[in-house]
């Protein structure tokens, strides 16, 4: 018996990937995030199968679920929102899974960053602009940030950040990173992304928080940070592709 970490992706069916959607369709136990995983997307559990929604569930629910599979040789499908290493509260499950001594594995999926810049039809990091990406939190209600993971330290490097949880802290989030990024700084907040009603909204730092108030969005929303998010920059093309620029796979200079 195993259990079957499945990260569903953003929430696009079929963003799904061929393994996910294969475990989904063989596990006769499906518990999943209902909160954050459309239905849709295990709606390809075969058929009889016990198919969970675990959003109003403790950590003591779902551990007792999986035990009950466990009692009869059952494999499990628990799926979370886009990759499951990501923010996916499986650290605290694993923990009680080896210590029970249950086998499982962890079958990664779309970040929602990642299905953000799709959305947005951008690359989230350009040449001599930004070549890194932060993926952050605000703390909110939600367990503290570690000592040193602030927004006004990642700042310092001028990298894109992706920041999840955050809002209802773009107050916040304007005061830590103005003073680095700039008030014009380019600011996307991606609500929902991959389900049908998904709603992306551009702006500032200075003007963002206003516009997302007006949109009335409070939760389940990513926000991009970043020079990179610019219409348009003077950057160079990438050495990747360079004539002038020889690699082992293509080693002749072209006249």
């Not at 894109?160 to 600011?187: F, K, M, N, S, W």
């Not at 990438?238 to 293509?250: C, E, F, Q, W």
Request: with cysteine; glycine share 8%; net charge neutral.
């Amino acid at each position: 018996m195993t259990v079957y970490f499945i990260g569903a992706g953003p929430g696009d069916p079929e963003l799904l990937t061929l393994k996910a959607a294969r475990l989904i369709g063989e596990c006769p136990v499906c518990l999943y995030a209902g909160s954050l995983v459309p239905a849709e997307v295990v709606a390809c559990a075969p058929k009889g199968a016990l198919v969970m929604d675990t959003a109003p569930m403790t950590l003591d629910d779902t551990h007792g679920e999986i035990l009950k599979a466990h009692a009869k040789g059952q494999h499990v499908a628990r799926v979370h929102s886009g990759d499951p290493s990501l923010y996916g509260a499986i650290a605290e499950q694993i923990r009680r899974l080896k210590t029970d001594g249950i086998d499982y594995q962890i079958v990664p999926g779309v970040p929602a960053y990642a299905a953000a810049a799709a959305a947005l039809g951008t690359e989230l990091t350009v040449p001599e602009v930004a070549q890194s990406i932060i993926l952050t939190r605000m703390s909110m209600k939600s367990t503290g940030m570690p000592a040193g993971e602030t927004l006004e330290n990642f700042a310092r490097t001028g990298a894109t950040l992706a920041i999840h949880l955050g809002i209802r802290a773009l107050r916040e989030i304007e005061r830590q990173l103005a003073p680095h990024y700039g008030e014009d700084c380019p600011v996307a907040v991606i609500y929902r992304v991959g389900w049908p009603d998904q709603m992306i909204i551009r702006g500032t730092l200075m003007d963002v928080r206003e516009k997302v108030r007006e949109a009335k969005i409070t939760r389940t929303a990513l926000i991009l940070v970043g020079p990179a998010l610019a219409d348009s920059h003077g950057f160079p093309d990438s050495a990747l592709y360079d004539a002038a620029k020889p690699h082992v796979l293509r080693p002749r200079v072209k006249a």
